[in-house]
């Protein structure tokens, strides 16, 4: 085949297959770029460049024969030199064919088994993409006579397709002109990106709200986060779970050709379904109570996660360990934790329950002042990390017969004026001057100590018992306290003082970082009741109700500040004395 006469063919298919080979190696570098994503950057690169590399070579080692065997003077041994590097390229290449393949179809399984956070999502989302377009894009097999052009206007037409039945077009949702964080969101590639100028949702109907939480074109984390902790002052959580039974089961047009279809189910339907199972995962961790056994919400789940199992089993599989595990034993943040040896107890053995006699008499005094504030403090920061965030937006403490959409809320004020009650009556019930002074010092040495402690609850409780007119009538009493205590209640006078909105005690608690630390509970409470007079639940002069979403983002932002109060345990030891 290489006599003189076809080595001028030989040059001309040779080159066909160089110019093959580097945009096969092209493709390849695009397909191992988006399927790998999910891969450490360090050894997607490594993958990618020896994909390169082995092609390069066999390259120049084709086009060294064919130059050799297109000479006027080549040997009889440059014809077969030319049909081994023609073959060791066609292996190079569909060895790496098949290994990007391989890499694909790995990835297409790890689809399946979605059970991260949204990024990840993303990234097993593009992959899919790439396979089922990337290396077929350039097939005659469809028969199509669409340009890729047309095909996308028309895929853009029909997306609208991909949303409930009662709602309007996703782009009904309502807009702020100011851009949010950065979201990511589909680019023009075949990638995922961030975009810094993210819309930001000011209002739209509840439906609206579900259709873009799992919109298939945007990624938007922090309206997730935000609607996910405030829908249920909008919404019940049977209506929402509905909502997203719908969204799961969204269908193409009838009208689609094959390759259409094809290029609904990558790019629309799937990422719907995982913003689904996203919204789920998050919604079963967070709002545990919303499905315990026996309710009605919790059935619907169970026959709904039967669906899922036929199209992501192992999706299903996930949310059902998340349902068993948060509903039995409520959100991870509860089973946090300390880490080191909490400090010793300072509480004298014989007053614990486990060694005190039926004729002990414990006297609260006994025990050390900063025992008491550390005892103190581990009961306000348990009552503290049971409250929900359906609590917080109930609004129920603020009128009577209302406290049991509150409960946690309720027994933590219940507490601090019990403390409160509890100061006044063991200062009132001495009846020696000297007695009360000395009891007086005691409590404001535990205050202290609650400080010291970041316990601003005890803070408030003990200074507001102190504070009493009952206590404060007690002239004798307070003169016989040293000036180094006095200096001292003064200072936590001023840290409790209502003086500019509580300035000095938000811009103590606002420095706090990473640390235990148990607020006063009240001052979030009425940011909460301020939010609410001041930003109404619905936007005005709308034919529907347009749920008011900046005031939800603004709720969810004292949300987030008590959950970061929650999320880090106090490293002491409980003592019983009862």
Same mark, same amino acid.
């Given at each position: 085949m290489c006599g003189s006469d076809s080595r001028e063919s030989y040059g001309e298919v040779v080159q066909q297959m160089v110019v093959a080979a580097a945009r096969l190696s092209q493709e390849v570098g695009m397909l191992e770029e988006d399927v790998l994503v999910d891969q450490s950057r360090r050894k997607r690169e490594r993958d990618s460049e020896k994909s390169r590399a082995d092609i390069e070579a066999a390259v120049r080692t084709t086009r060294l024969a064919c130059h050799m065997a297109s000479g006027p003077t080549a040997p009889s041994s440059a014809a077969s030199k030319l049909m081994t590097a023609a073959n060791t390229l066609k292996e190079t290449c569909s060895r790496t064919v098949a290994s990007a393949l391989r890499t694909a179809g790995q990835h297409r399984r790890a689809l399946e088994q979605a059970q991260r956070m949204e990024q990840e999502f993303v990234s097993l989302m593009t992959g899919q993409r790439s396979v089922d377009g990337s290396l077929a894009a350039d097939s005659d097999d469809c028969g199509e006579e669409e340009t890729e052009g047309e095909e996308s206007t028309r895929m853009r037409r029909y997306s609208s397709s991909a949303k409930l039945t009662a709602d309007v077009n996703p782009t009904g949702v309502l807009f702020a002109e100011k851009p949010a964080s950065p979201s990511v969101r589909r680019g023009s590639q075949s990638s995922w990106s961030l975009v810094k100028e993210a819309p930001v949702v000011s209002g739209a109907t509840a439906q609206q709200l579900v259709t873009w939480?799992?919109?298939?074109?945007a990624i938007d984390a922090e309206f997730a986060d935000t609607f996910l902790l405030t829908f249920s002052s909008f919404m019940t959580s049977e209506q929402l779970l509905t909502s997203l039974i719908s969204r799961f089961s969204v269908t193409p047009p009838h009208q689609l050709s094959k390759r259409e279809r094809e290029a609904f189910l990558t790019d629309i339907l799937i990422p719907i379904r995982l913003r689904v199972v996203h919204g789920l995962q998050v919604w079963i961790a967070g709002s545990y109570d919303d499905f315990k056994e026996g309710n009605s919400t919790r059935s619907l789940l169970n026959k709904f996660l039967n669906t899922v199992e036929s199209f992501l089993p192992a999706c299903s599989q996930q949310l059902r360990r998340t349902l068993a595990t948060n509903v039995k034993s409520g959100p991870s943040h509860l089973h946090a934790s300390p880490t080191g040896k909490p400090p010793s107890s300072l509480i004298p053995p014989d007053l614990t329950s486990s060694h005190a006699s039926s004729h002990t008499s414990f006297d609260l005094l006994d025990v050390n002042s900063l025992e008491l504030a550390r005892q103190l403090t581990l009961t306000f920061s348990y009552i503290l990390r049971q409250i929900r965030p359906c609590e917080l937006l109930s609004l129920g403490w603020r009128e009577e017969g209302t406290a049991g959409l509150c409960p946690n809320i309720s027994l933590f004020q219940f507490m601090s004026r019990k403390m409160s009650g509890l100061v006044g009556r063991e200062v009132v019930r001495e009846t020696v001057d000297e007695d009360r002074a #000395?009891? $007086?010092?005691?409590?404001?040495?535990?205050?202290?100590?609650?400080?010291?402690?970041?316990?601003?609850?005890?803070?408030?409780?003990?200074?507001?018992?102190?504070?009493?007119?009952?206590?404060?009538?007690?002239d004798q009493a307070w003169q016989l306290v040293t000036d180094h205590l006095l200096r001292v209640y003064r200072d936590l006078q001023a840290l409790v003082s209502p003086d500019n909105s509580y300035h000095r005690y938000r811009h103590d608690t606002r420095v706090i970082h990473q #640390?235990? $630390?148990?607020?006063h509970l009240s001052i979030l409470l009425s940011d909460m009741e301020e939010i609410d007079k001041t930003l109404t639940d619905y936007l005005p002069h709308s034919p529907e109700k347009v749920v008011n979403f900046s005031?939800?983002?603004?709720?969810a932002g004292l949300v987030r500040q008590l959950q970061r109060w929650q999320s880090t345990p106090y490293n002491l030891t409980p003592v019983d004395v009862s």
């Open positions: 939480l799992t919109y298939h074109r #000395s009891v $007086i010092s005691y409590f404001v040495e535990t205050a202290k100590s609650c400080r010291e402690l970041k316990n601003f609850a005890g803070v408030f409780a003990i200074t507001d018992g102190l504070s009493q007119s009952s206590v404060g009538e007690q #640390s235990p $630390i148990v607020p005031k939800r983002r603004v709720q």
